[in-house]
């Protein structure tokens, strides 16, 4: 089946710090990637859908200028976390369709902000 | 704006047992789905389920879906301590569009 990777599997950084997630599709091609956070004990929540080649749209609440979502290619969509702080800890998760839009999830990326 | 909500949000029960989980959605879907979580872990898909009726079995689980109730279930049948885990489900409205997950069920099996 088809397989999506992230990367790092988790990180640990300084507050103010940023922080970069890469989400791959590797065996297919996705012209959507979805970015997802859960907090511990709580469900996912969508932050935004990632388009190859034009902007991210961005769910309500979720501030574009911290969270930095580039779809520079049909394979790969990268979540940057900017000055992050202790409240971003989290963990996040990309998703990716395939052509016919089934919905592949990522490992997850664990985050934690000292 | 598209409500999911699971219930119950917790169980714990005797292996051997059998229970429900349901799932209740506010608007017509194109898909729906049921994921497992194991702690510290991503999502495995279980099922998806596309049309009214539908009805899927893995193991000790089946899933099935009225559309017209917009109401999903997952049937747990003699239930067994490896199913421990925390099972969502989730809705697409439109295919290939963005999910929207239930709160969760964090499923407890107790020898």
């Known amino acids: 089946g088809a397989v999506v990777s992230q990367h790092p599997s988790w990180v640990i950084c300084k507050s103010g710090t940023s922080v970069k997630i890469e989400c791959r599709s590797l065996d297919f091609q996705a012209t959507t990637m979805f970015w997802y956070r859960q907090f511990p004990k709580q469900s996912l929540m969508l932050m935004a859908t990632?388009?190859?080649?034009?902007?991210?749209?961005?769910e309500q609440g979720v501030e574009k200028d911290k969270f930095l979502i580039n779809h520079a290619s049909l394979t790969l969509s990268t979540l940057t976390v900017t000055s992050a702080h202790p409240e971003d800890s989290s963990f996040y998760i990309c998703?990716?369709?395939?052509?016919?839009?089934?919905?592949?999830f990522g490992p997850g990326t664990r985050l934690l902000v000292l | 704006e598209l409500k999911v909500e699971q219930n119950p949000l917790f169980l714990s029960m005797q292996e051997g047992k059998n229970y429900t989980i349901y799932c209740n959605y506010s608007t017509t879907s194109d898909r729906l789905y049921w994921y497992r979580q194991d702690p510290g872990k991503s999502l495995e898909s279980l099922f998806v389920l596309l049309s009214n009726g539908a009805v899927k079995q893995e193991g000790r689980l089946m899933a099935s879906l009225d559309t017209k109730a917009r109401l999903s279930t997952l049937h747990i049948t003699a239930a067994v301590h490896d199913l421990s885990a925390t099972y969502f489900c989730a809705v697409e409205v439109n295919a290939g569009n963005m999910l929207t997950f239930g709160g969760g069920t964090r499923l407890m099996v107790k020898p």
């Open positions: 998703s990716a369709n395939d052509r016919v839009g089934t919905q592949y």
């Open positions: 990632s388009n190859e080649g034009s902007k991210a749209t961005y």
